[in-house]
């Protein structure tokens, strides 16, 4: 409930104090989101945390010159994240003088280099694997990928800064990879049993080390086959390995030869085939083969394809089920006007439901959806904010409870046409979408409370009757979300605090 008063817009400002007083660590991030924080509660709260520190510096309620890293770490390691630290060497000197905060400093993507160099000298492995993720200095990055944990290693090949010399060297493990946690523990070979029977073991399932690491060597190269940055001549050498987790990091580059795409297209693992029809660099040959495998995942990454010709659209569902929902596929995302024309012409009605998902689409087009004799494609043109209200009331009257839903999240759908979709047949999508609705009067948001889910949203709404607000209050299942309810009276709001917490 106190999440709920947190985030309540007409909060008072004596419950404010009481609340940030509170010193609740589940309440920091919902009060730093607020407005109306005096100074004193802003320095407060930023030094609840990191995440609060965070977001306020995010929302520029922190000063740079009102801070003074030894007094305020939280909120100088913020800014020093942010950009925003006036002397970011020397901030990041003092911070350093604080341990507990090397993993948060590690992370730091703008962290000096010369702090950098600090913490690959002194810290424990744990930071040191913050500091291989996001550290972009190409000499760290040396370094940390010659440690001689495995974690570190990997961590190095997922940092967006890693330079290809140094994925390369992970690639091909330089210099060798001298043990893993495996070897360090066992004799081996060994392999680590799925039911294995010693309780503190945290080795996971199927991990193995006959001498050459192989385990920690495939998350090693996994992570760096996954970088765009590794040069390809490396990331081939991985074409033949026995691991489909490693051929399928090699389908998602687009950087390899056409003949290794056609390797790849001989795999026998759906997995790779999948990651390999959604790459656009594979060319349309190899696209409208692999269209012809009879698999829902391989086909719908197919027509997910930002390369995928316009005709295979309909093609690539012949026989499957493609549950695509509301992802819009690039290749319709991207069409040009003369190819709109033909998506919003085509008899499939799956494809003219798909290009409905856009927002940018002609006014003649988008009339055109908005008229379709098959609700699936009203549904999905209905949110358009380009719908006045003769075509949304038209749009109900013939497909009923079928276009509810995409009524109910239209911004401009007036309050009487809300209304109206809670009459007669409905569904619960539509009730989840009227709850949200900043137009919902309160006949619509009472109807609305038939479903739990759409209960939970209404509670928040400001046009819920007052009566149906006091319930959900007293309901502990909604009581958080009627508590940031902005309608609700400053009276039962006051109700909610315990005896005492308020002077007289």
């Not at 500091?131 to 290693?153: C, F, I, N």
């Not at 390797?263 to 999948?274: C, I, R």
């Not at 940031?484 to 400053?490: F, G, K, M, Y």
Request: glycine share 4%; hydrophobic share 45%; net charge negative.
């Amino acid at each position: 409930m106190w999440a709920g008063l947190a985030g309540n817009p007409a909060l008072p400002a004596a419950v404010l104090e009481w609340l940030v007083g509170l010193e609740d660590p589940d309440l920091g991030l919902e009060l730093a989101e607020r407005t109306d924080l005096t100074e004193q509660q802003v320095e407060a709260l930023a030094e609840r945390g990191i995440a609060e520190a965070g977001q306020l510096v995010a929302a520029g309620r922190i000063p740079a010159e009102r801070v003074d890293p030894r007094r305020r770490p939280f909120a100088a390691l913020a800014l020093l994240r942010a950009g925003r630290a006036p002397e970011p060497d020397e901030w990041a000197r003092l911070l350093l003088e604080r341990p507990d905060l090397w993993r948060e400093l590690a992370s730091t993507e703008r962290l000096p280099a010369a702090a950098a160099r600090h913490l690959l000298a002194a810290a424990d492995q744990d930071v040191l694997i913050e500091l291989a993720e996001a550290q972009p200095d190409p000499g760290v990055l040396v370094a940390l990928a010659a440690h001689s944990s495995w974690h570190v290693r990997r961590a190095v090949g997922w940092n967006p800064a890693a330079p290809p010399d140094v994925l390369a060297d992970l690639l091909n493990n330089r210099p060798a990879l001298e043990s893993c946690e495996v070897c360090e523990r066992h004799p081996v070979p060994w392999t680590h049993p799925p039911d294995c029977p010693d309780p503190a073991c945290d080795l996971p399932a199927g991990a193995a080390c006959d001498g050459s690491h192989q385990y920690a060597r495939h998350a090693i190269v996994e992570g760096a086959l996954a970088h765009p940055a590794a040069p390809a001549a490396d990331a081939l050498r991985q074409l033949d390995a026995p691991s489909a987790f490693l051929r399928a990091r090699l389908a998602e580059r687009t950087d390899l030869d056409p003949d290794a795409y056609a390797q790849l297209a001989d795999e026998k693992q759906l997995f790779v085939l999948t990651a390999l029809a959604e790459n656009p660099a594979i060319g349309e040959p190899l696209i409208r083969r692999l269209a012809t495998i009879a698999h829902e995942s391989v086909r719908r990454a197919v027509v997910l394809n930002p390369a995928v010709p316009l005709d295979l659209l309909d093609r690539a569902r012949d026989g499957v089920v493609l549950k695509l929902g509301t992802a819009l596929p690039p290749r319709i995302a991207a069409a040009d006007p003369d190819e709109t024309e033909r998506l919003a012409a085509s008899p499939d009605p799956e494809i003219r439901r798909l290009l409905a998902l856009r927002r940018d689409l002609p006014p003649h087009v988008r009339d055109r959806l908005a008229d379709d004799p098959a609700a699936r494609v009203a549904n999905a043109i209905a949110p358009h904010p380009g719908l006045d209200t003769r075509q949304l009331t038209s749009m109900h009257r013939r497909h009923g409870r079928h276009v509810g839903p995409g009524i109910a999240t239209n911004p401009n759908a007036p309050a009487t046409l809300l209304r109206a979709l809670t009459t007669g047949d409905h569904n619960v999508a539509t009730l989840r979408a009227l709850a949200r609705h900043p137009a919902a009067d309160g006949p619509t948001l009472t109807a609305c409370l038939r479903d739990r889910r759409a209960r939970e949203q209404a509670a928040t709404h400001p046009a819920l009757p007052l009566d149906h607000l006091r319930t959900l209050l007293a309901d502990p299942a909604t009581t958080h979300h009627a508590a940031a309810n902005p309608s609700l009276p400053p009276a039962d709001l006051l109700r909610l605090l315990p005896p005492g917490a308020l002077p007289d």
